[in-house]
C-alpha cells in the first residue's frame, strides 16, 4: 500500500511539473520576440549537429537584408514587447453573444496604426526601406493578431484556472500518510 501512494505522489508531482512547463511555455514570449529580432535584422536561426563534436548547436545565418538598421530593430522589438508579454496576454477582451468583441477591434486598429506611424516618422531614421515599410507592418500584424486573440472572452484566464485547480486536487494529500511530518505528541 505504501508503494502504491509513493507512486502516487510521484505521479502527482510530475503532472504538477508538467502543467507548470505547460503554462511556463504559455507565457513565455521571449520566442515570438526572438522571431522578430530575426524578422527585422534578416537572419534564421538553425539548430544542427556539430559534425565533430556531436554536439547540438544552434546557430544564425543571414538570409537577406535588415528590415532596419540596429536603432530601427531595437525600437520595433520594445514596441512589440509592450504588446507580446506575459502580463498583456492575461487580459481580457469581453465578447457579445455573437462572438464579436468591439474592443479587441479597436485594440487591433490602434495598434496597426501606431506602429505604421511609428515606422513612418522614423522611417528614415531606421533606414527602412519605403518598399519594405508595410511588409513590416503586415508582418508584424500577422503576429498580434493572433496572439491578441487568446484575450478574447477571458479564456486565456480561465485555462489557467483550471490547470491551477487540477494542479491543486491532485497534489492534495493527508499529512497523516508521511510520518515524517507528523508531530510528536
Not at 535588415?66 to 514596441?79: E, I
Not at 480561465?158 to 491551477?164: K, L
Amino acid at each position: 500500500m505504501a508503494e502504491q501512494e509513493a507512486n502516487q505522489t510521484v505521479a502527482n508531482l510530475n503532472k504538477a511539473i508538467n502543467q507548470f512547463n505547460l503554462l511556463q511555455l504559455r507565457l513565455d514570449t521571449s520566442n515570438i520576440l526572438n522571431d522578430i529580432k530575426m524578422f527585422m535584422e534578416g537572419e534564421m536561426e538553425f539548430i544542427s549537429q556539430n559534425q565533430d563534436t556531436g554536439l547540438i548547436e544552434r546557430r544564425t545565418q543571414s538570409i537577406g537584408l535588415p528590415k532596419a538598421n540596429k536603432h530601427g530593430v531595437a525600437s520595433v522589438l520594445n514596441w512589440a514587447s509592450c504588446i507580446v508579454n506575459p502580463h498583456v496576454v492575461q487580459g481580457n477582451f469581453p465578447v457579445k453573444g455573437d462572438g464579436h468583441s468591439d474592443m479587441f477591434e479597436t485594440y487591433i486598429m490602434e495598434c496597426q496604426m501606431n506602429l505604421g506611424e511609428m515606422l513612418m516618422i522614423n522611417l528614415y531614421n531606421y533606414e527602412i526601406k519605403e518598399e519594405e515599410y508595410q511588409m513590416i507592418i503586415d508582418s508584424l500584424m500577422n503576429l498580434i493578431i493572433p496572439f491578441m486573440t487568446r484575450l478574447l472572452g477571458n479564456k486565456e484566464r480561465s485555462s489557467y484556472g483550471e490547470t491551477f485547480k487540477e494542479v491543486s486536487s491532485s497534489t492534495a494529500s493527508d499529512s497523516r500518510k508521511f510520518p515524517t511530518f507528523a508531530s510528536n505528541k
